[in-house]
């Protein structure tokens, strides 16, 4: 197991290097100047130029910038001068995670739920139920999910705020409608892997034991088709905790989102650059917890450093 931690770490480091490279390069390929400004002069272009080292050659900013990165100094903001980008992410971070935990709570639980009761009621009004939630959770976009339950929950019928992130009550419907794929995505993955499971000789052998159904199904049923499911946590979970631009921006929560598309706008290059490199680090150490628990789950996988 130590050896399976120390070389998954170093992939993570690899693929971290490789991902700050890449977008170290294309950040610098979009069109456009990040100080062109009417009310720019000459001058004052050339100081901030200086500044922000883009007056060196590009090998030179390169490795400038990895050694600030392996320091945690992320810089400052090309639009919002006086911000730092470390500052920027650890205002926004906080509510892109609280929202995407709340999602990821409500996904997971009731995603499972549905799964398990569509694929133990296979073929009656149930499963068609289960199903119809997650065709509609998986083809319909997140912002017509999100503009349904304002108007609904919000407008028609006054019961939930419709914006802003002020308290618990105004968590429930962007949690619900950044979840809502994930829950849809969850349940199709489970209910197909119980009704392969069901069909296996383990399970034929373990009802001809005379154990339980209950026993059955949980001990071995759920316990073998929830590995799929976790499988796919990995990414999923990165992006529901470091935030949603859409979500985000139809109720109003000042999550990493809104920041990330208007750096982009901006030619904001420090600020993409930094929450890439956040986001990508988020993504790899939700993959390696995957992977760890991939082996805690099922005791037939033996994780070694081989």
Known sequence: MKKYIIKRVFISLITILVLVSVVFALVRLIPGDPFAS?????????????????????????????????????????????LRVNDIIASAFPYSFDLGMRALSMAISFGLILGI?????????????CVLIAIIGTSMPDFIIGATLQYFFGIKWGLLPVAQYKGISYTILPSIALGFYTLALVSRVMRANMIETIQQDYIKTAKSKGISKLRVIIKHQIRNAIMPVITILGPIVAALLTGTFVIESIFAI?????????????????????????????????????????????????????
Do not use: C, W
């Open 117 to 129: 009761v569509a694929a133990l009621n296979r073929g009656k009004v149930l499963d068609f139920t």
């Open 254 to 306: 000042p999550g990493m989102g809104r920041h990330y598309v208007q750096s982009i706008q901006n030619l904001d290059y420090t600020i993409i650059l930094g929450m890439t490199v956040f986001y990508g680090s988020f993504l790899v150490v939700a993959n390696m917890i995957v992977d760890l628990l991939y082996g805690i789950v099922d005791p037939r996988i033996r994780v070694s450093g081989e």
């Open 38 to 82: 009417e009310k720019m002069t000459p001058e004052i272009k050339a100081n901030l130029e200086r500044y922000y080292g883009f007056d060196k050659p590009l090998i030179v900013q390169y490795f400038t910038y990895l050694k600030n990165l392996v320091t945690g100094n992320l810089g400052y903001s090309m639009f919002y001068p006086n």
